[in-house]
């Protein structure tokens, strides 16, 4: 997705101020003996309304001018000697400059506070502009009068213009505006999780999880048409696939991933990726220089992230059939061996990717997430005669068939995660495993090294 402008929030997302914010309306308060009011009632407003507010509803006989000048001395003074630079924003404010991104700040705080705030940690010359709620008739942040004003003055495209923002409310606002957003969480704010992801385009725990590929990848779910884009991605499991299931997978594959461990079986299989992605960790650095140098593009993280770099590759593969209109086909190998607790994460992430079809194949087996939602039947074909296979239900309310296998199943309940689908036989070559509701991660274990 184009990066042509970005518009960033000053408090709790370039300065660590939300403590500072809290403390200061308590100052306040105790300091006209009344009591303190709780920052999500309050955090929302413009200063000068929330002046007004403590004026008007708590009685204290000062102004709201006079409140006003008050409370913004006292922030001045905190900004300058108190608050702290988020970690990880000027790297990446640095990223977007030589990158030829305009920048502005957009805040409800005022503008010669926000001055203030960003002069102490020498911010301001990283922006166009500083623009603040009082510019635009003090309207607050559940309006998006601030963000289209700011988008204004940068002169961007709206679409291509992305917001930073912490507050739920900001978040929101802005995505409903139109505008690409990006909700930056801390761990100290207060800030829940689930208030702000669902509103956001990109999700993360701090400046040092985002970079400039990683923004130019997204790309927005679209309505899917046509033929499925295959995507293969090859991770980095302790026990890789064969050179031979590589190729033959990548062969078939329309687009092909690496997560970052990955790189070692890309190499070896001699299988360029269109994509590498990932914290270099565990890749080793002869592969990852290979991958960097083969790769099309190449998407570039923090070891102290909070996602797997298998999650940010099934992310690589969402955004690439997004960006074609395609439903997704997604295969996944070097996934699964040496580490069983990651092979159990590996499921849980193919059955809520949302692709039309989720699979992981390995040299011993096939994997296929089969769900009334998504594929709803495997046809095992006729190869798969006397192999053995499982299936595990992997959602509540699970309801399967299995037909041409020693043990038929017909509209059968299955227990989540429960042990009543393993081990069954493929005993003819019209075998399937159909959902009739929930999903189900359905195994084919196979002697042979070729994919089904």
């Not at 370039?14 to 403390?23: T, Y």
């Not at 990726?273 to 998407?299: K, L, Q």
């Not at 190998?333 to 607790?341: H, K, L, Q, Y």
Request: with cysteine; net charge negative.
């Amino acid at each position: 997705m184009d990066v042509a402008g970005a518009i960033f929030d000053c408090d709790g997302t370039l300065v660590d101020s939300m403590g500072m914010w809290a403390h200061a309306w308590d100052w306040l308060a105790a300091r006209h003996g009344v009591p303190g009011v709780p920052l999500e009632r309050i955090e929302s407003l413009s200063l000068r309304d929330t002046c007004a507010f403590f004026h008007d509803e708590l009685g204290i006989p000062a102004s709201a001018d006079e409140l006003y000048e008050e409370l913004c001395a006292h922030v001045r003074e905190a900004y300058e000697s108190e608050v702290a630079l988020m970690p990880g924003a000027r790297d990446f404010l640095d990223e977007l400059v030589a990158a030829g991104v305009p920048m502005i700040v957009a805040s409800s705080t005022p503008v010669r506070e926000l001055e203030c705030a960003l002069a102490a940690h020498d911010l301001r010359r990283y922006f166009v502009d500083v623009v603040s709620t009082e510019d635009v008739g003090g309207r607050d942040k559940e309006f998006p009068d601030v963000y289209l004003e700011a988008c204004r003055r940068l002169g961007t495209p709206r679409e291509a213009t992305w917001v930073f923002e912490d507050a739920p409310f900001g978040v929101r606002t802005a995505r409903r505006a139109g505008f690409a957003v990006v909700g930056i969480m801390n761990d100290h704010d207060g800030r829940r999780e689930e208030d702000v992801r669902p509103f956001c385009d990109v999700f993360a725990h701090g400046f040092a999880e985002l970079s400039l590929p990683l923004l130019r990848d997204y790309e927005r779910p679209v309505a899917a048409h046509g033929e499925p884009l295959r995507a293969l991605v090859v991770a980095g499991s302790p026990e890789p696939s064969s050179p031979e299931l590589l190729v033959a997978l990548a062969d078939d594959a329309d687009y092909v991933i690496c997560a970052d461990g990955g790189a070692d079986a890309c190499r070896a299989a001699g299988v360029a990726p269109d994509v590498f992605c990932g914290d270099s960790d565990s890749a080793s650095s002869e592969a990852a220089a290979w991958a960097r140098g083969a790769a099309r593009t190449c998407v570039s993280f923090p070891s102290e992230k909070y996602a797997t770099d298998l999650a940010l590759a099934l992310d690589c593969a969402r955004h690439e059939a997004a960006r074609r209109a395609r439903p997704l086909a997604l295969t996944l190998t070097c996934a699964s061996g040496g580490r069983p607790d990651h092979a159990l994460a590996v499921v849980g992430l193919l059955a809520g990717s949302g692709a039309a079809v989720a699979r992981i194949v390995e040299d011993g087996y096939e994997m296929r997430i089969v769900s009334a939602a998504g594929e709803s039947c495997w046809h095992l074909g006729p190869d798969a005669v006397g192999a053995t296979f499982s299936a595990v239900a992997v959602a509540p309310g699970t309801r399967v068939d299995e037909r041409g296998m020693r043990w038929e199943l017909e509209d059968k309940p299955m227990e989540l995660l429960g042990d009543l689908g393993i081990s069954n036989v493929v005993t003819g070559p019209g075998a399937l495993v159909a959902c009739r509701a929930g999903a189900v991660a359905a195994f084919l274990l196979r002697a042979t090294k070729t994919p089904q």
